[in-house]
């Protein structure tokens, strides 16, 4: 709906719904209530009407992430705040935690202080966030994650492949009985892919696909040590593990040492990320790397509309080989 349909549902001209969002004279108290109730009707704000009409920027932009704990959102933040503030751009960071009602609450925030784009992280997207995001009547960029469903551009990686990379990786190091640390398959942005990704690389090698050998995490550090326990349990023999997330490879780790293990020595273990955690830790940790400050980076490029208008970009993955895999004979 524009201002034009504001004026015409009114009843009134398009002056003086610019003096109604203005707080202006020349108009009854009548026809302001008569403006108000449709524009209260229509689902948009005074701001965002008014925003309309002067053409104004607010150079800032809203970042919503799942989580401000993980590693995975300090450096994809790094890399939105370092190229935001090259373009003079305020970044407003809402920390959704996945929940669909806190997550609308922002967008309604985001959409009163006339954000300049939205970059929204690694979260499903609903009918409710499409809604929203539609409200916004600004540029939205989706990073890690997608829509099947609505045409909103996207910058993430290739997490099957990725996936798929990883476990042949261990399988050409001699591995054969290789488990995996996964997200939920209800999960369709990195759950489903990467776990899909794991055994369709055993499949495509020869190698039999056990459930036993598949436990689930939330992508944490606890959750992957909790998973590596269960493993331990029902798989006592195998040699390597993938984790879907760095901190689950981490807390993989933190199992064995409490099992007696030694990595690499009797249990190799691949992170997903390569993030500056799987730097940190001993022995260093192979990991698949997303670039993940790039992927921010990417994303605040295509709001400030320096880079292609296009529908989906995906950016390439590689394995960071460290200390944490050992080549069986």
């Not at 109604?20 to 008569?34: I, M, P």
């Not at 326990?229 to 040699?239: F, N």
């Not at 208008?309 to 080549?327: M, N, Q, Y």
Request: neutral net charge.
């Amino acid at each position: 709906m524009t201002i034009k349909d504001i004026a015409r549902q009114a009843g009134v001209s398009v002056a003086t719904v610019s003096r109604v969002l203005n707080n202006q004279t020349g108009f009854s108290e009548a026809t302001k209530d008569r403006v108000l109730r449709v524009i209260e009707n229509s689902g948009y704000t005074r701001n965002d009407l008014a925003r309309s009409l002067s053409g104004k920027r607010t150079q800032s932009i809203g970042l919503l992430l799942p989580s401000l704990t993980s590693y995975f959102v300090s450096e994809l933040l790094s890399g939105v705040e370092t190229r935001a503030h090259a373009a003079d751009l305020s970044v407003i960071i809402c920390d959704t935690d996945q929940d669909g009602a806190r997550t609308l609450k922002y967008l309604r925030m985001l959409r009163e202080k006339r954000v300049d784009g939205v970059i929204f992280v690694s979260e499903w997207l609903t009918d409710e966030y499409k809604k929203a995001f539609d409200l916004l009547q600004t540029r939205v960029v989706l990073v890690s994650t997608y829509s099947p469903l609505y045409s909103f551009p996207y910058i993430k990686i290739d997490d099957y492949r990725a996936s798929y990379d990883a476990v042949a990786y261990l399988i050409q190091r001699g591995h054969r009985q290789i488990a995996m640390i996964g997200g939920s398959e209800d999960d369709p942005i990195a759950g489903k892919p990467r776990l899909d990704g794991y055994r369709a690389a055993l499949k495509h090698h020869n190698l039999p696909i056990r459930e036993e050998y598949v436990a689930h995490g939330d992508f944490d550090f606890r959750s992957g040590m909790r998973a590596m326990d269960t493993l331990w349990d029902r798989a006592p023999q195998l040699t390597a593990v993938f984790a879907a997330s760095d901190e689950m490879a981490v807390g993989a780790l933190n199992s064995a040492h409490r099992h007696g293990k030694r990595v690499p020595d009797d249990l190799s273990i691949v992170g997903f990320d390569d993030t500056q955690l799987a730097e940190m830790v001993p022995p260093g940790l192979t990991a698949v790397r997303q670039p993940v400050r790039e992927l921010g980076r990417r994303a605040v490029e295509y709001l400030i509309g320096s880079s292609e208008d296009v529908a989906g970009i995906i950016l390439p993955h590689s394995i960071t080989e460290r200390a944490s895999v050992r080549t069986l004979t």
